[in-house]
C-alpha cells in the first residue's frame, strides 16, 4: 500500500463521527468489567449529588443563621452545625470521588490492556502479505498512539458524561426552583453558547482531520529512518534526511497548533458566557434581593449552581474533542482487527504427523500481491526431494529461490499446484503442526532482547537447559558462548546489535538445533559472514544436515557443492538439476554461475 493510499485512510477515518457500530464494538471491551463500570457509575451518581448539596447548605446557613437569627448564641451555634455538616458532606463527596477515580483507571486501564493485547496477536497472526504491502509505522502506530488515544474515552468518558449530565440537569432544576425570572435572564447566553459549539465543532473536525493526516507522515518518516538508519549513515543523508523531516514535522506542528488554537478560543469562552451570567444575576438578582423576592442565601446559591451550569458544558466540549480522537483511532484499530490472514488453517485442515522430511513441488505458480499481474515469481515447478537429502536452490536474485522457501513454510500459498510434505498436501495440514518441524535460519539472524539462552529456546520454549548445552556443545558454539561477558546469561541488546555477525549468525544455528526441525531452511544464512567465520559455520552445518531434511540458499556455491541435489532457478523455472559435478559438466546456468563465482 501505498504512503498516498494509507494517508487517504487516514483521512477517511479522521473525518468520521464515531459510528454506532464502532461505539458498540469498543464498549465490548469494558463488557469484562461490567460490575466495577456499575459500581464506577453508583460512585459518580453520589459524588455528583453529594456536590450539589453544598450551595443548598450554603443557603441554608446564610437565610437562617446569619440574615435572620432571633439571637447571636442561636446563631452562631446554627451556623456551626450547617458548617459541620457541610465538611461532612465534602468528605463524603471525597470517599467518593477517590473511589470513582480508582474504578474508573482500573476499568480503562484494562479495556485498554486487553486491546492492545488482541492488536498484538492479530499482528502476529497476519501473514507476510499483509507486512509486504503494509508500512511498519502505519502498524505500530494501531498498537500505540491509537491505543493510547482511546485513554480519556475508556477511562473517564462514562462518569464524565454521567456527572456532567447529572450536574447539568440537577443545577437547571435547582435554579428554576429558586427563580425562573433568574433563569430567564441568564438564558440569554445560551444562543451565543449554541452558535459557538455548533462553529467549533464544524472547525476543530476539519482541523483534526488535517492533523491525524499528518501525524502519519511523521510516524510513517521516523519508523523508515529508524529502520534504514545503517542506509542513511553509509550515504551520509543525515543532513538531508534531517531537513526533509524537519519540514514533515514543521507542518505537523502547524496543524496541531491550528486544532490547539481552535480549541483554546472555543473552552474560554465557556467561562467568559459564565461571568457574563454571574454579572446578570449580580445586577438583576440583587435587585430582586433588596424587593425581599429572593434571599440573600438563594442569590449565593444561585451565583453558584450557575458556575455548576457552566462548568459540565466546558467538561463536555472537552470530553467531544476526545471523542472525536477515538472514533477515528477505533475505526483504525478495527480495520486492523477486521483484516484476515490470507493464509489460515481450513475447517478440514488436521494435525501433520512427526514427518520423515519427503518434500514435493507439483506445478507450483505464485507471485506476489505487490507484483505485476503478468509477472510470475514461481512459473510451473515441480520437484521432489527424499527424506534427509540436502536440496540447494541457486540462482541469480529474483529467481525465486526465497519464494519456495516461503511457500515451503506457508508464509504464502500458491496460486496454482500443491505441495506435500510425505505425501500430505499442505492446505490439508495446520499451520501450527507444520511450523514446529520447520527450522529456518536466515540472512537477517534476527535476535530477540532477553539472554542468549532465551534466544535459543525461542523455537522450543520447553527444552530444558541441559538440551540447549547439549546441542551448542554438538555445533561448536559452547565455547564462542561462554566466552560472551555472562555466558548463556548475557543480554542480547535490541536486534542482537552487542554481539557481531558471526556470533548472532551461529547462534541462529543452534536455535535451529535447540528447536529440533525436521526440515530445516537456511536462506543465504552465511552471506553476511567472513570466510573464516563461515568455516566454523560449515561444522554446525554438517551436525545441522544429519537426519533432516534440508534446503539450502546461498550466493556462495562453496556452501552448496556437497548437496545432494542442486536445483538452478531462472525467471521463476527450474532450468536444471543435479549434483554440483553433474551441472558442472553439463556446462549451462550453473557452470555460469560456478565461473562467475570463482572469478570473485
Not at 446578570?280 to 440583587?286: H, N, R, S
Request: aromatic fraction near 8%; proline fraction near 2%; charge should be neutral.
Amino acid at each position: 500500500m501505498s504512503q498516498d493510499q494509507d494517508i487517504a485512510l487516514e483521512e477517511q477515518f479522521a473525518q468520521k463521527r464515531m459510528s454506532k457500530q464502532t461505539f458498540l464494538r469498543l464498549m465490548a471491551y469494558l463488557r469484562p468489567y461490567k460490575r466495577q463500570f456499575v459500581l464506577n457509575l453508583a460512585f459518580t451518581t453520589f459524588a455528583t449529588a453529594s456536590s450539589l448539596l453544598g450551595p443548598k447548605f450554603i443557603q441554608v446557613g446564610i437565610d437562617r443563621f446569619l440574615t435572620d437569627f432571633t439571637s447571636a448564641e442561636a446563631a452562631l451555634s446554627g451556623i456551626l452545625m450547617v458548617s459541620v455538616i457541610y465538611l461532612v458532606n465534602l468528605f463524603a463527596g471525597w470517599f467518593l470521588s477517590v473511589a470513582q477515580v480508582k474504578t474508573s483507571i482500573a476499568i480503562g486501564q484494562g479495556a485498554m490492556n486487553d486491546l492492545r493485547k488482541a492488536v498484538f496477536a492479530h499482528i502476529q497472526s497476519l501473514s507476510l502479505n499483509f507486512f509486504d504491502r503494509t508500512r511498519q509505522g502505519r502498524i505500530i502506530s494501531r498498537a500505540d498512539s491509537d491505543i493510547n488515544s482511546l485513554d480519556q474515552v475508556l477511562t473517564w468518558g462514562a462518569n464524565q458524561l454521567l456527572s456532567s449530565g447529572l450536574t447539568l440537569l440537577g443545577a437547571c432544576a435547582i435554579l428554576l426552583q429558586y427563580e425562573w425570572r433568574l433563569c430567564l435572564a441568564v438564558s440569554s447566553v445560551l444562543p451565543i453558547l449554541a452558535v459557538a459549539t455548533r462553529i467549533f465543532q464544524v472547525r476543530v473536525l476539519r482541523a483534526y482531520r488535517r492533523l491525524v493526516e499528518q501525524g502519519s507522515r511523521v510516524t510513517s518518516a521516523l519508523a523508515e529512518n529508524v529502520s534504514g538508519v545503517r542506509v542513511v549513515q553509509a550515504f551520509s543523508r543525515e543532513d538531508l534526511n534531517l531537513e526533509r523531516f524537519r519540514e514533515i514535522n514543521s507542518e505537523y506542528a502547524e496543524r496541531f497548533t491550528e486544532a490547539a488554537r481552535i480549541f483554546h478560543v472555543y473552552i474560554p469562552l465557556i467561562p467568559m458566557l459564565s461571568g457574563v451570567g454571574t454579572a446578570i444575576i449580580l445586577g438583576y438578582g440583587g435587585h430582586l434581593a433588596m424587593r425581599h423576592e429572593i434571599t440573600v442565601g438563594e442569590l449565593a446559591a444561585f451565583i453558584i449552581y450557575l458556575g455548576m451550569f457552566f462548568g459540565p458544558i466546558q467538561t463536555m466540549g472537552d470530553l467531544y474533542n476526545s471523542v472525536l480522537s477515538a472514533a477515528a483511532s477505533s475505526e483504525r484499530i478495527f480495520q486492523l482487527l477486521e483484516t484476515r490472514p490470507q493464509v489460515i488453517d481450513l475447517p478440514s485442515a488436521g494435525p501433520l504427523p512427526r514427518i520423515e522430511g519427503r518434500v514435493r513441488f507439483e506445478n507450483v505458480s505464485f507471485r506476489y500481491e505487490t507484483t505485476p499481474d503478468d509477472k510470475w515469481i514461481l512459473h510451473r515447478v515441480s520437484f521432489e526431494i527424499l527424506p534427509g537429502q540436502m536440496v540447494a536452490l541457486v540462482g541469480s536474485t529474483g529467481s525465486g529461490k526465497t519464494t519456495i522457501a516461503s511457500l515451503l513454510a506457508r508464509f504464502y500459498e500458491p496460486q496454482s499446484g500443491r505441495i506435500l510434505i510425505d505425501g500430505l498436501d499442505l492446505m490439508s495440514t495446520t499451520i501450527g503442526s507444520l511450523r514446529s518441524q520447520i527450522g529456518i535460519v536466515t540472512q537477517e539472524n534476527f535476535l530477540f532482547s532477553g539472554s542468549i539462552m532465551e534466544n535459543l529456546k525461542f523455537g522450543r520454549p520447553s527444552a530444558t537447559d541441559e538440551e540447549v548445552l547439549e546441542a551448542a556443545q554438538m555445533l561448536g558454539t559452547h565455547e564462542m558462548i561462554l566466552g560472551l561477558k555472562e555466558g548463556y546469561q548475557t543480554e542480547v541488546s535490541e536486534r542482537g546489535g552487542n554481539l557481531s555477525a558471526g556470533e548472532r549468525q551461529l547462534i541462529s544455528f543452534t536455535r535451529a538445533m535447540v528447536a529440533r526441525p525436521r526440515i530445516l531452511i537456511l536462506d543465504e544464512a552465511t552471506s553476511a559472514v567472513d570466510s573464516q567465520t563461515e568455516s566454523v559455520i560449515q561444522n554446525a552445518l554438517e551436525k545441522l544436515f544429519e537426519k533432516r531434511t534440508s534446503f539450502v540458499i546461498a550466493h556462495r556455491l562453496s556452501t552448496v557443492r556437497y548437496a545432494d541435489q542442486i536445483l538452478v532457478l531462472k525467471d521463476g523455472e527450474i532450468v536444471e538439476s543435479g549434483s554440483h559435478e553433474e551441472l558442472l559438466a553439463k556446462k549451462g546456468r550453473y557452470s555460469e554461475l560456478h565461473e562467475e563465482f570463482v572469478r570473485q
